[in-house]
């Protein structure tokens, strides 16, 4: 089925308010996903990685774009995310394992020479501690091997600015989908390492041939940081290695992290 007819049918479905992060995810893997160079992206993570590494883990790796060149390039990869929707979609691009986890709970210890958070995934883990970036860069740190690397991108403070709209539209010949996007800022957050908000969603999406429209709203909690106090938080986790680095995404920051031999 083309992804915006499954999104329109499932966006209908009276149940399907109850995920809609699960319902809008064919379209999200279909269009907005397909904005990044997962090739770049990929070449990038894979330069960072321990020399002789041969195990990678993606976290929050969503519809498993970045996670099927990983499997590419090295003997074992594993890919977590929370949403089984995402991972169902991840299924039928890569071979790789698949694990539904929280990056805040999940530990494999000594597993893996590589782990990457890419795609702005830490600006949806919530603020405080123990439930926030703290605790997930910590289970990082316990499920890497010695010498491990942790690779995230993130988003800066001051590109969070309250009130700020942005709308953009993908289509074909059939279909038309509008995203309409609403800055709110709520506070500098409980654990001092950014900013934190929500990100309002309004979609569109038409149906030319079946001359069918549907509405979803989405709210979607972001966060934004302070780039040295997620060096900060790297290092109390045990990297004895941290840099900020310019990551092939949309995102404005990146960090290395490496623990130590």
């Given amino acids: 089925m083309d992804p ?9 479905d009276t149940d399907a308010g109850t995920d809609l992060y699960g319902a809008l995810a064919p379209l999200y893997d279909r269009f907005f996903a397909e904005r990044c160079d997962y090739d770049a992206l990929a070449a990038f993570v894979s330069d960072q990685a321990p020399a002789g590494a041969t195990s990678a883990a993606a976290g929050a790796c969503g519809t498993g774009r ?38 805040r709970t999940v530990v494999a210890p000594d597993a893996f020479d590589l782990l990457t958070v ?5 600006a949806h883990l919530p603020p405080g501690d123990p439930d926030g ?28 600015v309250h009130g700020y709209t942005t709308e953009d539209a993908v289509e074909s010949d ?5 995203r309409r996007v609403v800055v709110n800022v709520e506070d500098r957050g409980p654990d001092r390492l950014g900013r934190a908000g929500r990100y309002d969603y309004e979609f569109t999406l038409r ?13 979607l909690p972001i966060r934004v940081f302070e780039p040295a106090a997620l060096l900060g938080v790297a290092q109390a986790a ?3 290695e941290a840099a900020l680095v310019d990551p092939p995404t949309p995102y404005g920051g990146g960090l290395v992290a490496r623990l130590p031999e």
């Fill in 133 to 160: 970036v703290r605790t997930a860069f910590e289970r990082a740190a316990e499920s890497l091997r010695p010498g491990g690397t942790l690779v995230c991108d993130f988003m800066l403070t001051d590109s969070l």
């Fill in 4 to 12: 915006v007819r499954q999104v329109m049918d499932a966006v209908a």
């Fill in 207 to 219: 149906d030319r041939d079946a001359d069918e429209t549907v509405e979803a709203e989405a709210a």
């Fill in 118 to 122: 890419t795609g702005n995934s830490l």
């Fill in 238 to 240: 045990g990297f004895t």
């Fill in 174 to 178: 059939r279909y038309r989908v509008d």
């Fill in 66 to 103: 970045l996670l099927a060149r990983l499997a590419d390039r090295y003997d074992r990869a594993v890919g977590l995310d929370t949403s089984a929707t995402m991972l169902r979609l991840a299924a039928g691009r890569t071979d790789a394992a698949l694990v539904r986890a929280d990056l």
